[in-house]
């Protein structure tokens, strides 16, 4: 599977192009497509792939983030010790029952 990901062309230099994810500036290869500055392309392992629109764009970075935000909160999850649901994965099945009789 590829995941190529949204960013904005903030300069042309020769056959490459410097493109701008989120702050962060990086060279990618522009052999594929020509874009120009201000273009959204989409980038995989250095490549630019293709120019999407800007609603394009932003859909995918609001999927990448939401991505993120799932995988932190499962990481958070473990770390504290719970499982999807929540409970405490060190609580015995006799603990959950009785807490669930008393409710």
Do not use: W
């Amino acid at each position: 599977m590829c995941v190529a990901y949204p960013g904005i062309v903030e300069k042309i230099e020769g056959r490459s192009a410097l493109v701008n994810f989120s702050g962060n500036i990086v060279r990618a290869a522009s052999g594929f497509v020509a874009p120009q500055v201000g273009d959204r392309v989409l980038v995989h392992a250095g490549y630019i792939m293709q120019k999407v629109s800007k609603s394009e764009a932003e859909e995918l970075q609001e999927l990448f983030d939401e991505l993120e935000q799932t995988v932190a909160d499962k990481d958070r999850m473990k770390t504290n010790g719970s499982d999807d649901s929540g409970r405490r994965s060190d609580e015995s099945e006799q603990e959950r029952t009785t807490a669930n009789e008393d409710e």
